[in-house]
């Protein structure tokens, strides 16, 4: 007989043969019958399986534990209980992986931290069970969006020689042998005869050979892991995070912003159409206002306002009597408690922040006519902060090349880049969208190292 997943049988009409696998999550026994909660990780649901004790050696029910993995023949029929619809009557039960008392998660109510230390186990609880699979259907949302669009997805190297962001946050990539490093008369360390030749990072964004893609396809998108070496201990952040980076060419700061929109509104859209067992399990277990909060950001038009603005609200706030850490004035890097004020507590709604200084974003961004200002376009999201970064790229080969001296960023290996500047450059625009942060806002979690399987953050990468 075929196994039948568990998501299946629940939907699957009473009085028939079924063989169903999967991990124990509980036992109740009463005198003659244990009561087994099952579960195979299709749903967040489990199958009742009713196992009649007299009808199976005493050696088998002993080996049904808490963790174990079963294979159970048996009737699907009707359930006596309330909590389900259907339930399993065993007639052949095989302990296909015994489980026994050491097995750490045993006992609900675990901490956040302590899962995360069994990261290889915590897939099998109820939550990482659901957001793996919400993370699955967010991925296929992405995918889904832009291909709908006609958006290419387009693959950028991890291993590259330039530094997107000019933020010095790179891990190092080479086979040198670090115990025995030539340097020259300087005492720089000689790249020419390491694996590449030269030096070489993992990516911190794939834009830049994005925007290499959409000057030919005319709009592509990434997905694929990003790292930064940025030593923040933070519950936002990651040093290996999956990033989407759509690059489109003939978008001006107005289409940018409304596919930023879009794109968001589209993914929490198909979290509440395809996500719904899940969904109300974390809203029941983690977070009582999630769903409410899902429903209200597809249905808001988020605002949009120049960063200028933003710091007059902030310092009309600080007038108010408000207390934030960190300072305000024009010209600041907004810190997270100054994105959720506006969010949170000013508008009450997902923010558009454009139009930043410029001394503050990447020299890619275009510039504005007063030349102060560059055409960034971030997305500020209620309990995240900032989920998106994203701007109108500078298509000028002059002002381009006037923002990478002025900043004095080594240019010597970004020859490639000015290329489409060079040769029929053309307005164009993108973002990048933290895979990880969206994640988040859609769950309901608070510590973004609990939305991905296996983190990575300064001093740690086990598994
Ligand atoms: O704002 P960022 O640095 O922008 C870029 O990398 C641009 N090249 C994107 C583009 O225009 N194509 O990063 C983009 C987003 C952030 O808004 C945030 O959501 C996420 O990436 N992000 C991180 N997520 C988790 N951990 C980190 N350390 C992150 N750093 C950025
Ligand atoms: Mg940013």
Not at 62 to 85: D, N, P, W, Y
Not at 222 to 231: D, K, M, Q, S, V
Not at 239 to 257: G, N, S, T
Not at 261 to 267: G, L, N, R, V, Y
């Amino acid at each position: 007989m075929r196994r039948t997943k568990i998501v299946d049988l629940l939907k699957t009409q009473p009085g028939q043969d079924v063989l169903v696998k999967g991990w124990v999550r509980t036992r109740r026994d009463s005198k003659q019958v244990s009561f087994v909660a099952m579960n195979d990780g299709s749903s967040i649901n489990n199958i009742q399986i009713v196992v009649d004790v007299d009808k199976f050696d005493a050696e088998t029910i002993k080996r049904i534990t808490t963790g174990a993995c079963l294979s159970v023949a048996g009737e699907l029929v009707a359930s006596q209980g309330g909590q389900q619809s259907v339930e399993v009557l065993a007639k052949e039960i095989e302990v296909l992986g015994d489980c026994d008392g050491t097995y750490p998660l045993q006992k609900k109510g675990a901490s956040w931290e302590f899962l995360r230390e069994k990261a290889h186990l915590r897939p099998r609880t109820n939550t990482f069970g659901a957001i793996f699979r919400i993370r699955h259907q967010m991925a296929y949302a992405i995918h889904t969006f832009f291909h709908q669009k006609g958006f290419f997805y387009f693959h950028t190297p991890l291993i590259t020689a330039s530094d997107c962001e000019g933020a010095g946050q790179m891990f190092q990539v080479t086979t040198k042998n670090l115990y025995d490093l030539k340097k020259d008369e300087n005492g720089s360390i000689i790249y020419d005869d390491d694996f590449f030749g030269k030096t070489t990072s993992l990516t911190v964004s794939g834009q830049l050979e994005g925007e290499l893609g959409a000057t030919g396809l005319g709009a592509i998108y990434t997905f694929g892991p990003t790292f930064r070496a940025e030593n923040s201990n933070t519950p936002r952040h990651l040093a290996e995070f999956w990033m989407i980076e759509p690059e489109v060419c003939f978008y001006d700061k107005q289409d940018l912003m409304d596919l930023e929109e879009e794109f968001i509104k589209f993914c929490v859209q198909w979290a509440l159409d395809n996500c719904q067992d899940d969904l109300q399990f974390l809203n029941k277990m983690i977070d009582k206002g999630l769903i409410e909060r899902l429903q209200s950001v597809v249905g808001i038009d988020f605002e949009r306002l120049p960063y200028t603005e933003g710091i007059k609200i902030l310092e009309e706030a600080i007038k108010n009597g408000h207390k934030f850490e960190f300072p305000v004035y024009w010209g600041c890097d907004l810190a997270s408690e100054h994105e959720r004020y506006l969010v949170e507590q000013h508008f009450k709604k997902p923010v558009i922040l454009t139009d930043y200084p410029k001394e503050i974003k990447a020299f890619y961004m275009k510039m504005n006519e007063d030349q102060k200002t560059v055409q960034g376009t971030d997305v500020l999201f209620p309990q995240i902060g900032e989920i998106i970064g994203g701007s109108v790229r500078e298509e000028s080969y002059e002002k381009l090349m006037g923002r990478i001296e002025e900043l004095q960023i080594p240019m010597k290996d970004m020859w490639w880049y000015l290329d489409t500047r060079k040769y029929g450059s053309c307005p164009h625009a993108g973002f990048g969208l933290g895979f990880e942060r969206l994640l988040l806002f859609v769950t309901g979690m608070s510590n973004i190292r609990d939305v991905i399987p296996f983190p990575r953050t300064p001093g740690h990468a086990d598994f």
